[in-house]
Nanobody, 123 residues
């Protein structure tokens, strides 16, 4: 059983930066694909970024060039550096762990989820 805990979400002004962190316990983290998704109330959970066990990375078009996903296997952690934040980046951000090492862009391929961290960007 893998448990994920996100942190780092807060209120920030448009144009600012945030770094989200996700710490995993249980499982074989270094062999696990990890992803970040986001969701607004009443909407579907959308893909943001993912990183494979081999450190291949993928991004949604809406965040490409602004967000960077990285992982630190020694700390069982994955990060999402968010720069040039926009009002429309306001959402609850969820960390997810896949059942394989692949960095999927679809939510149903992730077996474990954190509880989320709120990011609010003021315009």
């Amino acid at each position: 059983q893998v448990q994920l805990v996100e942190s780092g979400g807060r209120l920030v002004q448009a144009g600012g930066s945030l770094r989200l962190s996700c710490t995993a316990s249980g499982g074989a983290f270094s062999r696990t694909g990890m992803g970040w998704f986001r969701q607004a109330p009443g909407k579907e959970r959308d893909f943001v970024a993912s990183i494979s066990s081999g450190r291949s990375t993928f991004y949604a078009n809406s965040v490409k060039g602004r967000f960077t996903i990285s992982r630190e296997n020694a700390k069982n952690a994955v990060y999402l550096q968010m720069n040039s934040l926009k009002f429309e980046d306001t959402d609850v951000y969820y960390c997810a762990a896949a059942s394989t090492g692949w960095a999927s862009q679809t939510s149903y391929e992730y077996a474990y989820w954190g509880l989320g961290t709120q990011v609010t960007v003021s315009s």
